[in-house]
T-cell receptor, first 113, second 111 residues
Framework: NAGVTQTPKFQVLKTGQSMTLQCAQD?????MYWYRQDPGMGLRLIYY???????DKGEVPNGYNVSRLNKREFSLRLESAAPSQTSVYFC????????????FGQGTRLTVV | KNEVEQSPQNLTAQEGEFITINCSYS?????LHWLQQHPGGGIVSLFM???GKKKHGRLIATINIQEKHSSLHITASHPRDSAVYIC?????????????FGTGTQLKVEL
């Protein structure tokens, strides 16, 4: 089983460029999440989607937009990349937002120069 | 102060040693997760627990709700256990549950 698939794995952007990180899960999960991981800090929630058609802001949403295209796919868009957005990004999914296990993608290492 | 604190931050052990990683939290939670992150970055869920103890192979996780503390134990450690171990708690909030993560414990097991 593929689980949670993220693309791309690596990306280098120039300041001001835009890009979309793609995420898809094949486990029929309702909830999907985007996190960023920075050195010395725990993963921080950018946006989440509790179900198809709904999205909500997390702790650090500024500079990002998301789309829950369908139940499988949840994309993260950087409209105008900034060096502060250099990070490792993880997509995750779970059955719901309650006490269920979360499954993570392999991560996208993004560098903004 | 972080809501989730892990100790130690870094740990080097010899193959075969018994390892303990600790996690303390300061908020009300509905569950606690232990995750493993290997070099190369992927994150895998090891345990989810809300009380007591769980065991999977050489890994054991315990939680004491009253003391707001959890431990992850690795018995007979092996170099392939080298990874970052992350504690995350599902915090009860007015808007539902959210996961709050510790900063991780970097474990290196040497031959």
């Amino acid at each position: 089983n593929a689980g949670v698939t993220q693309t791309p794995k690596f990306q280098v952007l120039k300041t001001g460029q835009s890009m979309t990180l793609q995420c898809a899960q094949d486990m029929n999960h309702n909830s999907m999440y985007w996190y960023r991981q920075d050195p010395g800090m725990g993963l921080r929630l950018i946006y989440y989607s509790a179900s198809e058609g709904t999205t909500d802001k997390g702790e650090v949403p500024n500079g990002y937009n998301v789309s829950r295209l369908n139940k499988r796919e949840f994309s993260l868009r950087l409209e105008s990349a900034a060096p502060s957005q250099t990070s490792v990004y993880f997509c995750a999914s779970s059955w719901d937002r309650g006490n269920t296990e979360a499954f993570f993608g392999q991560g996208t290492r993004l560098t903004v120069v | 102060k972080n809501e989730v604190e892990q100790s130690p931050q870094n740990l080097t052990a010899q193959e075969g040693e018994f390892i303990t990683i600790n996690c303390s939290y300061s908020v009300g939670i509905s569950a606690l997760h232990w995750l493993q992150q290997h070099p190369g970055g992927g994150i895998v869920s090891l345990f989810m627990l809300s009380s007591g103890k769980k065991k999977h192979g050489r890994l054991i996780a315990t939680i004491n709700i009253q003391e707001k503390h959890s431990s992850l134990h690795i018995t007979a450690s092996h170099p392939r256990d080298s990874a970052v171990y992350i504690c995350a708690v599902r915090v009860i909030t007015g808007g539902g549950n959210k996961l709050t993560f510790g900063t991780g414990t970097q474990l290196k097991v040497e031959l």
